[in-house]
């Protein structure tokens, strides 16, 4: 609603602006006319004073002409009429040398002064004697009037300025709410959903305008975006599969060996109840032995197909130490092989993930570490929570990495292994996965010294 008000106020700033200077042009007109009003009276008295006393002055002396003077400012109720000497050379009073001047030489002069806290205006008019010297009637009149006039003129222009400018005010708001304020929270809702990420909803604006050009064009954005969305997830999906099946390569060398003893002790258990060596109770017990070992290579079987199916991602409550130990089972078998130990501590810490998906990142960073390591060294996963975030910490001490080497190492298809020890994917598909989760992943090595990767994900309260 913020762009509806300040075109609310722009109009409004432009309506008072026009009544302003409307105002003020109207005042001066007003101002003009009241003046020349009041100038013509003076003109036309004057004139008539003038001839008047001219006469008088001539035919009955000056103190006849001087009483026709003070008798014509009796009659006057809104004027005030005095007759003044002006001698040649000297300044009369309130008028300065210029216009004294141009008074003894006849000709008429208007001036406004302030008196008595009220602005006054004068006319003096020459009266040029046969004798030869010269006098002036001087014609004041009170501006109050017209200062008065110019009030109520200012007081009706501004009462009518408040009136239109809250006629206006109301309509522009009502217009700039309708047409513009609904229509741009929409599309701010709009592009706010978006950049969380949900492009459902299309924007409907029933208005013919660049607003609704606007929407149409975020609405076919947002299908585009959808749809390469689509095509970015299953790609993704697609990649992570193909990382998986790659891992689980990795995995069944060591697989096949954990499966060896078990077939072993079922092969032999088999043949001795099949040449009935094992008769009454010893058979019982073969049979036995031979359950619990189909048991354990089922269990192990089970957890390989279980890494390696494709499915949905199903974000649950999961707890980061069980991940680490259930983890560290299904990887056993590889870290044997290599002669390296795996070591599993830390705290429970509980997350809102995928475990298909976070079991993916950790065993590709156990793998990893195993593979980096040498023949009886360690590698230890650490779990717990750290200032209200839950962390998987996979430490090894193998060969680490390059300083040149760290900033690439979540680069897709970028890998520091040997030709066929590693696709350059695994470490990019993890990164991503994490990231889809809310979370980051820290690395810290130097070459010699082995390497330290954490995974760090919003933390769930425990209840």
Same mark, same amino acid.
């Given at each position: ?5 300040? =075109? ?23 101002? +003009? ?15 008539? =004073? ?13 103190? %006849?002409?001087?009483? $026709? ?14 007759? $003044? ?6 300044? *009369? ?34 009266? =040029?004697?046969?004798?030869? +010297? ?9 501006? &109050?009037?017209?200062?008065?006039? =110019?009030?109520?003129?200012? *007081? +009706? ?15 522009? &708001? ?12 929409? $599309? ?43 095509? %970015? ?29 078990? $077939? ?12 009935? +060596? ?38 649950? %409550? ?146």
């Amino acid at each position: 609603m913020k762009l509806a008000r300040k =075109l609310t106020l722009a109009i409004l700033a432009v309506i008072v602006a026009v009544f302003a200077l409307n105002a003020a042009e109207r005042i001066q007109r007003d101002r +003009r006319a009241l003046r020349d009003d009041i100038l013509r009276d003076h003109r036309s008295l004057s004139r008539a =004073l003038q001839v008047v006393v001219r006469e008088s002055f001539r035919e009955d002396g000056e103190q %006849r002409a001087l009483s $026709l003077v003070e008798a014509a400012n009796q009659r006057e109720s809104l004027m005030q009429i005095r007759w $003044l000497w002006v001698t040649p050379g000297k300044t *009369l009073e309130q008028l300065n040398a210029s216009q004294t001047a141009h008074l003894t030489r006849g000709g008429d002069v208007n001036l406004v002064s302030q008196k008595l806290g009220m602005r006054w205006l004068h006319t003096y008019a020459p009266v =040029l004697l046969d004798d030869g +010297r010269i006098g002036a009637l001087e014609l004041s009149e009170s501006l &109050a009037s017209e200062d008065e006039i =110019l009030r109520s003129t200012v *007081l +009706r222009t501004a009462l009518s300025t408040v009136l239109i400018a809250a006629i206006a005010s109301v309509v522009t &708001a009502g217009v700039g709410v309708w047409f513009v304020g609904r229509p741009v929270a929409a $599309l701010t809702e709009k592009a706010r959903r978006v950049g969380a990420g949900d492009l459902s909803g299309p924007i409907v604006l029933q208005q013919r305008d660049e607003l609704a050009d606007l929407a149409r064009e975020m609405n076919a954005m947002c299908e585009r975006l959808e749809g390469e969305m689509r095509a %970015r997830q299953q790609a993704l999906a697609q990649l992570r599969h193909a990382e998986r099946l790659n891992t689980v390569g990795r995995l069944a060398a060591g697989v096949a060996h954990e499966l060896g003893t078990p $077939l072993q002790v079922v092969g032999l258990e088999a043949k001795r109840i099949a040449v009935g +060596r094992a008769g009454g109770a010893h058979a019982v017990e073969s049979a036995q032995i031979v359950v619990a070992q189909v048991d354990r290579m089922s269990s192990i079987i089970r957890q390989l197909l279980d890494f390696a199916r494709k499915r949905t991602p199903y974000p649950a %409550r999961l707890d980061l130490a069980e991940l680490a130990e259930r983890t560290a089972q299904l990887v056993a078998a590889l870290a044997a092989r290599a002669e390296v130990r795996l070591e599993i501590s830390g705290a429970p810490a509980h997350v809102n993930a995928d475990t298909g998906q976070l079991q993916q990142v950790l065993t590709n960073l156990i793998v990893n570490a195993v593979q980096a390591s040498t023949q009886g060294g360690l590698v230890q996963v650490e779990t717990g929570v750290h200032e209200g975030g839950a962390f998987l910490r996979v430490i090894d001490h193998g060969v680490g990495i390059a300083a040149e080497a760290l900033p690439r190492i979540f680069e897709p298809f970028f890998t520091t292994k040997d030709v066929g020890q590693g696709t350059g994917l695994g470490l990019a598909v993890a990164h991503g996965i994490v990231e889809e989760h809310g979370g980051r992943i820290e690395v810290q090595s130097e070459l010699g010294t082995g390497a330290r990767f954490t995974v760090w994900l919003p933390g769930l309260e425990v209840v």
